[in-house]
Protein backbone atom coordinates (compact mmCIF):
# COMPACT_ATOMS: atom_id res chain seq x y z
CA UNK A 1 0.00 0.00 0.00
CA UNK A 2 1.64 3.10 -1.27
CA UNK A 3 1.29 6.46 1.20
CA UNK A 4 1.14 10.08 0.63
CA UNK A 5 3.35 12.11 2.45
CA UNK A 6 2.68 15.44 2.20
CA UNK A 7 4.41 19.06 3.91
CA UNK A 8 2.30 21.41 6.56
CA UNK A 9 1.91 23.38 3.71
CA UNK A 10 0.46 20.75 1.09
CA UNK A 11 -2.11 19.38 3.81
CA UNK A 12 -2.99 22.92 4.84
CA UNK A 13 -4.13 23.24 0.82
CA UNK A 14 -6.08 19.98 0.88
CA UNK A 15 -7.87 20.45 4.11
CA UNK A 16 -8.69 24.40 3.64
CA UNK A 17 -7.17 25.19 7.29
CA UNK A 18 -4.28 28.00 7.55
CA UNK A 19 -0.68 26.34 8.26
CA UNK A 20 -0.33 27.88 11.59
CA UNK A 21 -4.08 25.93 12.65
CA UNK A 22 -2.05 23.11 11.34
CA UNK A 23 0.52 23.77 13.66
CA UNK A 24 -1.17 25.40 16.52
CA UNK A 25 -4.45 23.70 17.08
CA UNK A 26 -4.65 20.50 15.56
CA UNK A 27 -0.97 18.65 15.69
CA UNK A 28 -0.77 16.39 18.95
CA UNK A 29 -4.55 16.98 19.60
CA UNK A 30 -5.96 16.00 16.63
CA UNK A 31 -3.55 14.72 14.15
CA UNK A 32 -1.21 12.29 16.56
CA UNK A 33 2.23 11.10 15.64
CA UNK A 34 2.81 7.69 14.80
CA UNK A 35 -0.68 7.85 13.00
CA UNK A 36 -0.99 10.92 11.39
CA UNK A 37 2.27 12.50 10.92
CA UNK A 38 5.70 10.82 11.52
CA UNK A 39 9.42 12.81 11.94
CA UNK A 40 11.66 11.16 8.95
CA UNK A 41 15.05 9.56 10.15
CA UNK A 42 14.35 11.34 13.59
CA UNK A 43 14.63 15.05 12.43
CA UNK A 44 12.58 18.40 12.71
CA UNK A 45 10.43 18.06 9.69
CA UNK A 46 6.80 16.79 9.82
CA UNK A 47 5.14 14.80 7.10
CA UNK A 48 1.88 14.17 7.25
CA UNK A 49 0.29 10.78 5.97
CA UNK A 50 -3.00 12.02 3.83
CA UNK A 51 -4.84 8.46 4.03
CA UNK A 52 -4.92 8.25 7.34
CA UNK A 53 -6.32 11.88 7.37
CA UNK A 54 -8.58 11.41 5.03
CA UNK A 55 -9.81 8.11 6.86
CA UNK A 56 -10.50 9.93 10.14
CA UNK A 57 -12.01 13.18 8.60
CA UNK A 58 -14.21 10.84 6.82
CA UNK A 59 -15.25 8.97 9.81
CA UNK A 60 -15.79 11.67 11.84
CA UNK A 61 -18.02 12.74 9.17
CA UNK A 62 -20.29 9.48 9.00
CA UNK A 63 -20.12 9.54 13.02
CA UNK A 64 -22.03 13.05 13.23
CA UNK A 65 -24.15 11.64 10.75
CA UNK A 66 -25.45 9.27 12.53
CA UNK A 67 -25.74 10.92 15.65
CA UNK A 68 -28.17 13.37 13.80
CA UNK A 69 -30.67 10.65 12.75
CA UNK A 70 -29.40 11.28 8.77
Do not use: C
Amino acid sequence: MSQTFLTTEELSTRIKYDVRTIRDRLKDSVLLEGRHYFRPFGGRKILYIWEAIEADMQKAASTKLMASGI
